[in-house]
């Protein structure tokens, strides 16, 4: 089973943020990656007008993957090119 989660590190323990279904004394395998400030993740990518008018999008979860499916290829590459074009 491979579960990614997110824990916080105190007085020597790592406690997850959320329940695991894990034996007691159960051996797992740990790997550990800072967690990005918030909103650092997208600094650069957005100008503070997109931002604004994100804001009041309201779009549906189907919304998104409908236009998800339309890109051939990787979203990486396609979101490069759209940036490329500005």
């Given at each position: 089973?491979?579960k990614?989660?997110?824990?916080?590190?105190?007085?020597g323990?790592?406690?997850?943020?959320?329940?695991?279904?894990?034996?007691?004394?159960?051996r797992?395998?740990?790997?550990?990656?800072?967690?990005?400030?918030?909103?650092?993740?997208?600094?650069?990518?957005?100008?503070r007008?997109?931002?604004?008018?994100?804001?009041?999008?309201?779009?549906?979860?189907?919304?998104?993957?409908?236009?998800?499916?339309?890109?051939?290829?990787?979203?990486?590459?396609?979101?490069?090119?759209?940036?490329?074009?500005?």
């Open positions: 089973m491979e990614r989660l997110q824990a916080v590190y105190k007085d323990v790592l406690e997850p943020l959320e329940p695991v279904s894990l034996e007691e004394r159960q797992v395998t740990v790997t550990i990656t800072d967690a990005a400030p918030l909103g650092q993740d997208v600094k650069g990518y957005f100008t007008e997109e931002w604004s008018k994100a804001e009041c999008d309201d779009i549906s979860l189907e919304q998104v993957r409908q236009a998800l499916s339309t890109i051939s290829g990787s979203l990486s590459e396609a979101v490069i090119a759209l940036r490329e074009e500005r």
